[in-house]
Each structure stands twice: as C-alpha cells, then as structure tokens.
C-alpha cells in the first residue's frame, strides 16, 4: 500500500506545482496587462499645447478605415486561430501523443501544452508592446491632425487662432467650443505612437516569424511565404491608413512600428522556442525552451 501511495503522493505534489505554475504564468501576464486597462480608463493624457498656425494639427476628421474590431480580428483572433490550427496539425502528425506534463491522471496532449506556450508567450508579447504604446501616448500628449476641427480651441480669455493677436502664440491655456464626448477629446491627445501601428506591427510579424519555425508544406514553398506576405500587407495597410484618416502625424505610425516590431523580435529572441534558444526562467513555464520538450526540435508543419 505504501508502494501505491508514493507515487500517487509524486503524482499530486507535481500536479500542484505544474498548477502554481500556470497560476504564476497567468498572474505575470495580469500584471502585464492589468496597466493597460488602468490608461483606458482612469489615464490622463499630458496636456500638451500648440501653435494657431500649425497646419499640420487643422486636418478634417474621419471615422477610422480600420477599425478597433478590425484591428483586433487581425491582430488577436487570426494569429490565436492560426497558431491552434498548426500545432493540431503538427501533433496530428505524431499521433496526437501526449506530453510529458502530467495533472493528477490527466496526460495533457501535447498540442494542448504547445498551444498554451505558443500563445502564452505571444499574448505577453502583446501585453508588453501596448503597455509600452501606452506609457508613450499618455506621457507624451500629442495633439492629432484633427485636433483643431475635432476641438475649436477658444482661449481663456474669449480669444482664437482667428484673432491676429494669437498667431505664433504657444496656448496651453484653452477649452474646446465644440461639444465632444469626454474619450474624444482624451483620445485628441493621444496621437504619439501609434496603437494601431504598434499593435499590427507586434502580432502581425510574430505571426510572420512564428509560421517561418513552425509551418512547411510538402506541395509548396511558397504557401508559407504568400501567407507571411498577406500578413505584413495588413500591417502596413492598417499602419498607412491611420496617415490617411489623419488620425496619426507620419512620425506617430513610425513610432508605433518602431515598437511593435522591436517588441516582436525581443519575444522571438529572448522569451519564446521557437528557434531553440530561448532561456527557460525557473518561475515561469511560458518561456520554456526547445530543449525542455519531448517534440523533435524540427516539428513542423
């Protein structure tokens, strides 16, 4: 008895650490992600001023070309939806064979726990290169291309950019005559980086670079390349547009690429396997190297 209940106690005490482990994993990324939400909703952009003859800040206003749910599409549900597809497909492969984690009598496959490094890693990825978007934005203040049309600055004392006497003036002290909700003119304000540069930069090239490691097809080559083509042409279709809508000065959208694809690579180099040279952090089982895995080092599809 005591022989079957040794290895029913290692059973559970390994349980309870691959447990506290996911738990570890999934509170870092709260804490990575938790910010984000405190800028959307209690944030206060720098209250930055400007010039009455500055063209550059009396473009019309429009709607978005790509939208906010657009962006997450592309940006969220493609690269999760395609990154479950090719690891099913890779265990498909081998069988569907278990890994080598084990939960109290549950062998967890090993699509299942590829797909949760996969896109734990991209997922903090993500959470990193819009927290760093974000500190920018609201440190920065930059008034958008639309801010004079969105906002008709009235100065404190009646005065505005048509009276001659405020011409090469800096204001800073003023109010806006239209009357705009309050998340338009907080978001007026937020013009340096760009989000949407910065978030289809980040998820769009990991994809790019994750399909690069995991993805080949017997038929064709090229399959993979046209893929990875398509998806850095939304990225830079969604980073133009935000030029064209003149919700982003040019100098914002290349800010925001700037980030998004720094972060990408940092995550490809330092945190995730899919090259094999990531270095496993003891606290955490997301960044977990190629070493550490019972697959072949060459698992593709």
């Known amino acids: 008895q005591s022989f079957q209940s040794d290895p029913e106690s290692r059973t559970m005490d390994q349980s309870k650490k691959i447990l506290l482990k996911i738990g570890l994993d999934l509170l870092l990324l709260f804490c990575v992600g938790f910010p984000i939400l405190i800028f959307f909703i209690w944030g206060e952009p720098y209250q930055r001023g400007f010039f009455c003859d500055d063209l550059s800040l009396r473009h019309p206003f429009h709607e978005s070309t790509v939208r906010n749910w657009m962006l997450y599409i592309i940006g969220l549900i493609l690269p999760i939806s395609i990154m479950i597809l090719t690891e099913t497909i890779i265990a498909s492969r081998s069988g569907y064979k278990p890994s080598n984690v084990r939960i109290f009598n549950w062998d967890v496959p090993e699509w299942l726990k590829q797909c949760y490094v996969k896109i734990g890693i991209f997922g903090f990825g993500a959470a990193c290169s819009q927290l760093t978007t974000d500190i920018a934005k609201y440190s920065i203040g930059r008034l958008r291309p639309h801010f004079y049309s969105l906002c008709r600055p009235i100065r404190a004392d009646g005065t505005t950019c048509d009276d001659p006497i405020n ?20 978001e007026m304000r937020l013009s340096f980086p760009s989000g949407h540069a910065s978030f289809s930069a980040y998820t769009l090239i990991y994809l790019s670079i994750y399909l690069q490691a995991r993805m080949t097809w017997s038929g064709s080559k090229l399959v993979r390349h046209v893929l990875q083509f398509g998806f850095l042409m939304m990225f830079w279709f969604t980073a133009l547009s935000r030029v064209s809508d003149y919700k982003h000065h040019w100098s914002d959208v290349l800010g925001g690429a700037l980030i998004g694809v720094a972060c990408a690579v940092i995550i490809v180099r330092y945190v995730s396997d899919l090259f094999g040279y990531a270095i496993r952090t003891e606290g955490s089982s997301l960044p977990i190297s190629r070493r550490d895995l019972d697959t072949p080092t060459n698992g593709e599809l």
């Not at 003036?169 to 705009?180: A, R």
């Open 167 to 186: 011409h090469g003036l800096y204001i800073e002290d003023f109010h806006c005559f239209n009357d705009q909700t309050e998340r338009l003119l907080k």
